[in-house]
Structures are given as C-alpha cells and as structure tokens.
C-alpha cells in the first residue's frame, strides 16, 4: 500500500489522478499559519532537548523488576512462610492450598508475558541514543525505511511474529545465496537478539508453569497447633519411686525391700502385684498397653488418648533380640551302625555350653527363664546385668512336616520324638529409658538409653518369678515363621519385650509429657521442584535482563537530547501516521506524546483508501478526502 502525503490529493468518484513525489529532503511541509510563531517552536524545542529518559527508565524498569521479583517472593512466601513446607525426594511440600499456589505462578507467568513489550519499550530509549548519536556521524548504524519498520514491529508488537519477521530478513542474504542492499544495523542485530532471549525466557517460564499444572497434586497433610487443655498431660510412665522407697517396707522383709513389695518372704506378694500386669498383657487394663515403637522398641504408653493431639513422653522400655541355637546345642551320640542318635522319643540331647552357648539347659523342654552371668536361670530380681540374657528349650507341634531327625527348611525347628519339633532360643533383653513422639497414631522412637539393674530387676520381678508360667511367651508365638510375614525369632523377640514390660504394671506410675500440641489434617500441595525452580530461575533470569536494559539505556542517553522523540519512532506507529497524514505543526512536533502531535482535526482530515494513479501506474494507496 502506498502512502499519499498530506499535499497530495485523493481520487475523487473512482478517477485516477497522479500521486506526486515527495520532496527528497524526507522533511514535511508547513502550512503558512504554523510558522506565525517561531519562539513557540524555539521554546517547544528547548523544552524537548532538557527531557530527560532517565527518570522514566528507573522508573518503569524498577516497577517491572519489582513485580517479576515480587511474584517470585509472594509464590515461595505463600508456600513456605504463610505455611510449613518442606522437601521430600524432588517434590516441595507445603500445606497451602494447591488452587491458590497455581493461580499465582499462573498469575506470575502472565505478567512476565506482559513485560516484554514494556521491556522493548524502554530498550527503544538506548536504540534512539544510539540512533541520533548515528545520525550525527552519519555512521551505520542508521536503520532504512524496511529496518526501521522491522524495529517498529520489534519494540511496538515484541511477539514471536515480529521476531520471525526479522530474522527472515536478518537472514534473507544468506539463505538465497545473494548479497544485501544494505547491510542490517547493529540497532536491529541487537533488538533482534534481545526479543529472542526476552521470549525464550518467558516461554520457559510459561512451560514450567503449565508444567506445575499438569504434575501438581492436592494431598493430605499433618499439621500441629497449640493444645489448649492443660489439665490432661500424664502420658509419660516410671517406675514409682514411692513403692521402691526402703522406708515404706518392712525392714525385716529382705525380698520386698529388693522387689519393691512386689514379692516378699512370707507369702509371695499378693495377687493384686499380678493383676493389673495380666490386665496389660491382654490389653484389658484402664490405665497402660504396650505397643511398639518405628523400630520395634516396646514400650508403655497410656490406654487411651484424647482425639487429634500429638505429644512427646519419657517412658520404659524392653528391647529384645532372640536367636535359635539349636544346632549348636545338639549332641547326638553314634550308634554302632554309624547312624546318629539325638536320644529317646520325649529327651533331645542338648548340651549347650559344650556348642559354645552360655546356656545351661536341660535336655527336656525348658521354660523361658533369664539367666545369671554363668548362663544358668535365674529370678528376675536377681538379673546381674542390663542387657542380660533369656532361654528356653521348646517343643511344639507346629513345626513337624519335615522328616523326623531333620531341621524344618524353614523355621530352624529340628523335628525328633513324639514331642514334636525342638527350638532352642536365647535372647539378648535391654530394659530402656525411651523418648519417643506420638503422632498420626503412631509411635517414633526419638532417643533411649540403658536403665540401670536395679530398674531391670524391677521391671523384670514379675516376669521372671516364682509364681507365673515361663511358657507364655512360646505359647503366644507357636507355629510363627511358617509363612513370609517374618521368622519365629523375630516373633518371639516382639513378644517377649511386649510381656516382660507389661507383667510389671503394677510398679508404673504415670508423669508428665515433655510437649504436646493439637494435630490436625489440611489439603495441602505437592510441586515437583524441577518446574518449580524453572519457573523461578525463569523470573529472575528476566529480571536481570531488565536491569541490563535500564542500565545501558541510563549510561547510552547521558548527554544526548532527543532521545525520547527518536524513541517514539521505534516504538509508536501513530507518530508514522501523523508525519504522513497529520498537520505538520511545527511546535507539536516537539511533543514527546504521539496523541499530542496531531493538533485539532476536522471533517477534511479523513482518509480514504483504494487505487489510485502515480505517474502512468495504478497504486493503491491511503488519501486524504
């Protein structure tokens, strides 16, 4: 399409009239009424050169690094600082809303879309500096009619269209094997280069935040508050010092005074120092159970609790670790034709110390008992050491579908006799001051030491005394490690810990928890972190070249005047419009706003568009009517 300057009239009822050349000078023409004024001009001129870019830049730039960088800060606060959030694998976890989390990395990814042609904008600043200082010296770096259209389309659209737009030219030479008219500027080179990083970082930003959506997931979260009650706060066990005090026992009774008048000479103790010790151990008591720890430590903790509360407690606790030694323990004799003879139908001879086991069995079943420092049974009160040592020679019939006089495959059972299948299982046993953090109905061992012996002796004189069966613990695990769920060692251990700690209840007391808050659930957020971080780096990398633009701009426009009217010709199309159709004012023409520049208009102003003739040719072209 052709453009038709002011002085140059339009087609009038589809005739062709010639379109006239424009003066070469590339000045427009005034009309006489414009240059009544020449100080007006002289004034308007003077008005111009003192406006400064300077201001404007910092300005704008700093406003559009502030909100890049802002978005940045208000998506990682609102994550991690109005909620708790934390790390797992490569995911970021945070208790905020997922809807909002995304609505403002969303919100982020269009404002950085949206600052790019502000970007341009004040990248047009440096390229009207160096424009003029150009023009000056008639250097290269003065773009054509073309460049300057394509610098239009730069810095006024600064989309992907533009970019392609220039490159394809940028290019053209080198593709169709030709040489150039004119070579491109370093202005243009520049812009190019700008909108191509400014874009394939905000796309990057645009990707990581689709990315966000589509890999983002709601979850459940724990989260813990201020627990208000304070009159319900004995969640801890010890044992009660007031019990074990020598000055409330008989000073005649030797064995209370030592088993905390849970035993004594005359009679045994009473039933009621084994009552509530059975009432634990089959989970029917109203004050304690036994349950176990994240790594299998059992330990006492109150019957029941109130609802959503988490705490942290000092309690008692017994760890076992159990082993079958059956194998070392065997003495089989040899019979006179070679074959091996383990002994009578009900008798399996066992003879441990002789395999290296501190164990001093019998060779008939034997029930659990702990053992003294020689390995030979001994009473609870009487446990020399903590750890100390159990064992016990069992019989079950669980364990005989191997072949009689051979070891179970799968259990470590040795079948013999009409007894059954034979296992010969010692454990190392510690008695524990645990705490630990009770939490979404679960139980986390934090830290445990060794109790002293007098404390082992204690908690272990029911347990290993005269007046209960040492059977219980087999009897309870008889026929585990069958399957896959675990071996019968593992099953023996846990149950001998969960009874050698309950049967003492009748000497806990209850104490005070070390903290405890209110536990709740939230709908929280999971962010994969890859795109997250991309999102960020994205915002930041933008930011930064913004300041680059602000700072070169700054540094580019000292000392050179003008700079904001040869800006408006890279970035505004209206200024085009108005020098080819608008009234050529002298003094508007100084404006540094492009709606300024056109003055009044009237009904002779309107523009008519079609064919129209220049010289002995049919253009189509824009007039005025």
Known sequence: MAYVPNEYAPLQNHQFAPIASPSTSGSPSYRNEDLNHPSDVIAAQERASRRSVAGVTCLVGT?????????????????????????????????????????????????????????????????????????????????????????LSICNGANISALFTSLKYLFRGKKSHKVQDIQSPPILRRSILLLALLLTVVYIATAADTWSHAVSQTITITSNGAYSPSAIRNFGRAINVTMCDPSTLSAYDALGQTTCGLVNDGGGGSGKTFAEGLRVVSNSSALHRVVFTDDQIAILVPQSLPANITYSAQTLGVKAHCMTVTKQCMTP??????????????????????????????????????????????????????????????????????????????????????????????????????????????YFHYSSSLTDVNSTQHIMTIGFSYYTGSNFVSTAVDGAGLNS????????????????????????????????????????????LIPLVLFCVSMVTLAAFVLLVILRTIQASRNVSYVHLAALYLKDPIMTVQRLYGHADPVLSWEDRSDKTFGAESEADRLLVGPALSGPHTVFAVTKG
């Open 63 to 151: 406003l559009v690094i502030c909100i890049l960088l802002g978005m940045i800060v208000l998506l990682l606060a609102y994550l991690c600082v109005a909620h708790k959030c934390y790390t797992s694998k490569l995911a970021l976890i945070s208790s905020a809303p997922l809807g909002k989390v995304l609505t403002i990395s969303q919100v982020g990814s269009h404002v950085a879309t949206a600052s790019v042609p502000i970007v341009m904008g004040l990248f047009s600043y440096l390229l009207g500096a160096q424009w003029l200082q150009s023009s000056s010296t008639r250097s290269q770096n003065r773009p054509s009619p073309k460049q300057l259209g394509l610098l």
């Open 333 to 442: 004799t040899t019979n006179s034709d070679g074959s091996l003879n383990y002994g009578a139908e009900a008798v399996l001879f066992l003879n441990c110390t002789k395999g290296g086991v501190k164990y001093g069995n019998s060779t008939t079943q034997s029930y659990l008992c702990s053992l003294d420092s020689a390995g030979y049974c001994t009473l609870g009160w009487n446990i020399p050491s903590n750890p100390f040592t159990t064992g016990e020679v069992i019989t079950s019939q669980a364990y005989i579908d191997s072949a009689v006089d051979t070891f179970d495959t799968n259990t470590g059972w040795f079948v013999h006799g009409n007894s059954g299948a034979w296992n010969v299982v010692v454990c190392n046993v510690s008695t524990l001051d645990v705490v630990y953090t009770y939490a979404s109905s679960r």
């Open 485 to 528: 769920n675990g071996t019968y060692e593992d099953a023996y251990a846990l149950e001998l810990s969960r009874q050698m700690l309950a049967r003492g209840a009748q000497l806990y007391e209850t104490t005070n928890t070390l903290g405890v808050e209110y536990e709740y659930n939230v709908i929280g957020t999971r962010l994969q």
